[in-house]
């Protein structure tokens, strides 16, 4: 899961498949990363963390990290939030196999949309809600491939 500072929407998807997997006893690994360093070794946004809290999901000890291309081998599947997180991982591939890895995460719910999972960042809570129900259902499609 991949995002532009790994401390709002990307952990948050990870918080949320890590509660998936758990509850579902889901034979899957996830993590998430940022392109960016600008927040590496910080704790997720408070207003992430809160929201996340609120619909049960614990992100208080996750920490960000930046993306880099060993990611391309260690996961089968990236999902990006946002079509500029897109373009700065896909600029990283070393081949097509690593490009073939990357998708937007909304595509897994709205197949071929190419949506975006807007930054919440510079926003106001209901940023934060927006992005946890997008994300939220993202998810859940992504499990559920992985259950059946
Ligand atoms: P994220 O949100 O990419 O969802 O983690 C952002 C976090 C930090 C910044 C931008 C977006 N920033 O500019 O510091």
């Known amino acids: 899961m991949v995002c532009l500072g790994n401390i709002c ?8 498949m890590l509660k998936l997997i758990k509850d579902h006893d889901l034979k899957i690994t996830v993590d998430s990363a940022g392109t960016s360093n600008y927040h590496i070794g910080e704790a997720p946004d408070k207003r992430t963390v809160e929201n996340a809290r ?3 999901i614990d992100l208080s000890n996750l920490r960000a990290r930046q993306f880099n291309e ?11 939030m946002d079509k ?8 990283l591939a070393k ?3 690593n490009k073939e890895k990357v998708d937007l995460l909304l595509n ?4 071929g949309k190419n949506l975006e999972v ?6 106001g809570e209901q940023g934060f809600e927006d992005a946890f129900g997008m ?4 998810c859940a499609v992504i499990a559920l491939k992985q259950s059946i």
Do not use: M, Q
């Open 135 to 138: 994300v939220y259902k993202a």
């Open 118 to 123: 807007p930054d919440p960042y510079f926003g």
């Open 54 to 56: 609120k619909h049960a």
């Open 84 to 91: 500029s997180n897109l373009k700065n991982v896909l600029a």
């Open 108 to 111: 897994s719910l709205h197949p």
């Open 9 to 16: 929407r990307s952990p948050l998807a990870e918080g949320i």
């Open 70 to 80: 060993k990611d391309f081998d260690a996961f089968d599947r990236i999902f990006v």
């Open 95 to 97: 081949n097509n196999a």
